[in-house]
Each structure stands twice: as C-alpha cells, then as structure tokens.
C-alpha cells in the first residue's frame, strides 16, 4: 500500500509536532534549579518530579542538561527541592537515578538508608534551612546491609552499623531460617527498613515533624529495583 502525498505530508506534521513536544518537555525538565522552581513545587510536587525523573531514567530519555552550567548556575546559592535518605550502594546514585541536576537533591548516603542523629541534623538542614520540600528514605533490592544485618556479619565497625538494621529484621516477624540466601526475605527486611525509617524522621526530629505537620513537607519510602532502575512508592 502506497502512502499519499496529504498522508505524507500530515505524517511529517505529526511527526514535527511530536518533536517539538519533547524538545519542550526536554527543556522544561533541564531548567536550572532556581528560587522560583523550588518556590512553585508543592511537597507532593516535588513527590511527583522525581518519581517522573525515575521514569526517564528507566526509559533512557535523561535530560542531559550542562553540568558545568548547573555548577555556575549553583554557585551562588542552591535551591534543592528533595532529600534523600539513600544507601552507600554504587548502584543508586539518588540525582542520576530521580534524573535531577546539580543543585536540586540533598543526599544522605549510609549503608542502610536508615537514621542517626547526624543524618536528621542533616534533613533538618536540608528542609528547614536549604527548603527542600520531600524526604524520599529510598531502599533498594539485593541490599548488601540488609543481607549483612540478617546474617548478622560481624567485622569492625560494620557490627556496630549493622545492629541499626536489626529493628527492621525483627520487624518482618519470625523467621524460619535467618539466611541472606532468602531474597523474598531479603527484599522484605529492605522495605520494613525503609518503613522504620520513614516514621523514625518525624518520631526523632521535632523540627521535621512540625514541617509535615504544617503541610510544608513530605517524608515517603521508595524502593530502587537495581534489575531495572525503576523506583516505585511504597507505603
Ligand atoms: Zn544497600
């Protein structure tokens, strides 16, 4: 079957309108973090720009804007929209894996994603000071902490570090056999982990659980599949 020239011609138009499309799309998405951006996101905005980033990442369409932009348009002064609460894992950099630039993610990275006092120092920082408007704790699948905590790894400083964890493995109930061999148990421990986390946030930061309180801040769980780079929401 032959293609007609009015075809042809709207199959281009279309084809042009679509391009655009996602050059704007691409445009907006690369826009420099800035006072008016973190201004204009609601908490649950914010929410739903990373979970968007998450989504462009899966799919291979990052924005790749100029990093060495970013670092001038940032010198002055940052805007960060979201904190993360991520673990030491090289495979889930929060700013590639949320595809956000320089500037917008305050990052607290600890084998384990959960809280100390330093990390809620940090958040308290990070949301009461700097403005970001989410906390995102974000686990991961086949998490080397949580198989660590569960086998009860004992080596340095790791025993201690690893004892943070042990809530999260009692969490999940009674256990037939305690082995990091179980990856359904495994990727249990990590979302109870995640959970414990989120509500130890507003239980232990006064400061942060007035900003949630006051409609100013949003804390939620997240889990990175690292087979696939798709985060999903949990809770
Ligand atoms: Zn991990």
Request: glycine share 8%.
């Given at each position: 079957?032959?293609?007609?020239?009015?075809?042809?011609?709207?199959?281009?138009?279309?084809?042009?309108?679509?391009?655009?499309?996602?050059?704007?799309?691409?445009?907006?998405?690369?826009?420099?973090?800035?006072?008016?951006?973190?201004?204009?996101?609601?908490?649950?905005?914010?929410?739903?720009?990373?979970?968007?980033?998450?989504?462009?990442?899966?799919?291979?369409?990052?924005?790749?804007?100029?990093?060495?932009?970013?670092?001038?348009?940032?010198?002055?002064?940052?805007?960060?929209?979201?904190?993360?609460?991520?673990?030491?894992?090289?495979?889930?950099p929060?700013?590639?894996?949320?595809?956000?630039?320089?500037?917008?993610?305050?990052?607290?990275?600890?084998?384990?994603?959960?809280?100390?006092?330093?990390?809620l120092?940090?958040?308290?920082?990070?949301c009461?000071?700097?403005?970001?408007?989410?906390?995102?704790?974000?686990?991961h699948?086949?998490?080397?902490?949580?198989?660590?905590?569960?086998?009860?790894?004992?080596?340095?400083?790791?025993?201690?570090?690893?004892?943070?964890?042990?809530?999260?493995?009692?969490?999940?109930?009674?256990?037939?056999?305690?082995?990091?061999?179980?990856?359904?148990?495994?990727?249990?421990?990590?979302?109870?982990?995640?959970?414990?986390?989120?509500?130890a946030?507003?239980?232990?930061?006064?400061?942060?659980?007035?900003?949630?309180?006051?409609?100013?801040?949003?804390?939620?769980?997240?889990?990175?599949?690292?087979?696939t780079?798709?985060?999903?929401?949990l809770?």
């Amino acid at each position: 079957m032959g293609i007609s020239r009015r075809q042809f011609f709207y199959g281009t138009a279309a084809t042009t309108a679509v391009a655009f499309t996602a050059q704007t799309a691409r445009a907006n998405t690369c826009t420099m973090p800035t006072q008016a951006r973190q201004a204009a996101l609601t908490p649950q905005g914010v929410v739903e720009e990373l979970m968007a980033g998450n989504q462009r990442f899966v799919s291979g369409n990052m924005v790749n804007c100029d990093l060495n932009a970013q670092v001038l348009q940032t010198a002055e002064g940052q805007y960060p929209i979201a904190a993360v609460v991520g673990c030491i894992d090289s495979r889930v950099p929060p700013e590639m894996v949320f595809d956000q630039h320089i500037g917008d993610i305050f990052s607290a990275r600890i084998a384990g994603n959960f809280v100390n006092s330093d990390i809620l120092g940090s958040l308290e920082f990070a949301c009461r000071v700097a403005g970001a408007k989410a906390i995102v704790v974000l686990g991961h699948s086949a998490c080397g902490a949580v198989k660590g905590a569960i086998d009860q790894v004992e080596l340095g400083n790791l025993t201690d570090m690893l004892a943070k964890i042990e809530p999260a493995v009692q969490a999940v109930g009674p256990i037939a056999d305690r082995s990091s061999k179980d990856s359904d148990l495994v990727q249990r421990v990590a979302d109870a982990n995640v959970a414990l986390t989120v509500a130890a946030i507003t239980a232990e930061s006064a400061v942060l659980a007035d900003m949630v309180a006051g409609g100013e801040l949003v804390v939620v769980g997240a889990m990175h599949n690292v087979a696939t780079g798709e985060i999903t929401l949990l809770g």
